[in-house]
Each structure stands twice: as structure tokens, then as C-alpha cells.
């Protein structure tokens, strides 16, 4: 169980990382290689160089991303097994859940902003009406879908993580089996030992008679 939290830790934590890199990366897309032969550049563009309608709604649901990521990260943390923080072990196993929880919703925030940034160069790229400068998908992107991959596969983890201990307990249960079945031989064994004595004071009155 130790180690399948801990791969969901690298996974969140590798995810939330991946997030911030492609948040604050200007490569989010890419003028298309027809037009870079002709000028001889690549000019690249990124969350945070204009205000216009799409691209603020991205940059919010980025922001929101790695807000959440870093949250879940605490949360992961403090809901590990292997750390003395967190409380008893019904208590981590709801901070493992709530990070697994945080940690989907930190990677749909990121998978949705990047669909939606990608959608709209897409849509300008492939439109003839478009007379303006086209661009390609950026690196950011691809990072950004990365990281959301790997915060959900790692969300997805800590989720079930609280199935698992809410097995424990009845693991201890029957382990604790072989002390009830000690103490009822202990138990048969003293009954046999007094029907053993019984037939013999039987038997003394007899002889005497």
C-alpha cells in the first residue's frame, strides 16, 4: 500500500510541477513553418502576453491548476502512511482521499484550459477566412496535458488508497482469532480434567460400599 501511495505522490506531485512549467512558458503556441521561411524567425506566444477573451479564461483555469495542485500536494503529504503527521489512520486515509479529489480537479482545470487554448489555434489555423498570422501548437501544451495526465492517474490512486484502509481493521480482526481458540482448548482441557476426576471419586465410594 506504502508504494502505491508513493507512486501516486510522484505522480500528483510530478503532475503539479509539470502545471507550473507550462503556466509560466511562452510557448503556448507557434507561428506555422510557412511563414517562419519566409521571415526567418519563430515568434511564439504564451499565457500572458495579451488580454483577449480565450486566452484569459486559459490563464484562469491554469491558475486554478496549480493552486489546487499545490494543495493537493500538502494534503498528499500529510495523508501518506509512511509520515508521522496527519493523525490516526482514519485521518489520512480522508487526506489521501481529499488530496486524490484535488488532484482530478487540478488536472480537468489544466486538461480544459489547454483543450481550449489548442481548440482556438486550430480553429484559426484551418480557417481560410483567417487572413492574420497562423499558429502552431506549442510545447506548453503538450507539457500541460502531461502534467494533467499525471495528476489525475495520481488523484485517481489516493482515491482508492481509503478502500484499502478501511480493510485494516478487519485484517487485525481475524489475526486476533488464534487467542480465542488457545483459551476454549485451554477451556475443554479443564473439563476433561475434572471428568476425569469425577469417575474416580465414583469409584473410591463404590470400593467402599
Known sequence: MSMA???????????????????????WKVTTRASSVITATWVYQGLWMNCSGY???????????VSLG???SIFALFGMKCTKVGGSEKA??????????????????SMTGCSLYANKITTEFFDPLF???????G??????????SLCIIGGVIFCFSISDNNKTPRMSYTYNG?????????KYHGEGDFKTTGPSKQFDKNAYV
Open 139 to 148: 510545447a506548453a501544451l503538450f507539457i500541460g496535458w502531461a502534467g494533467a
Open 70 to 72: 499545490f494543495f493537493g
Open 131 to 137: 487572413m492574420e498570422q497562423k499558429y502552431e501548437l
Open 55 to 65: 486566452i484569459q479564461a486559459c490563464r484562469g483555469l491554469m491558475i486554478a491548476a
Open 178 to 186: 488464534p487467542t480465542s481458540v488457545t483459551s476454549s482448548r485451554t
Open 92 to 109: 489520512k486515509a480522508k487526506l489521501a482521499c481529499l488530496a486524490g479529489i484535488v488532484f482530478i480537479l487540478s488536472g480537468l482545470c
Open 5 to 27: 501511495q508513493i507512486s501516486a505522490l510522484v505522480c500528483g506531485v510530478g503532475g503539479f510541477g509539470a502545471l507550473v512549467a507550462a503556466t509560466t512558458s511562452n510557448e
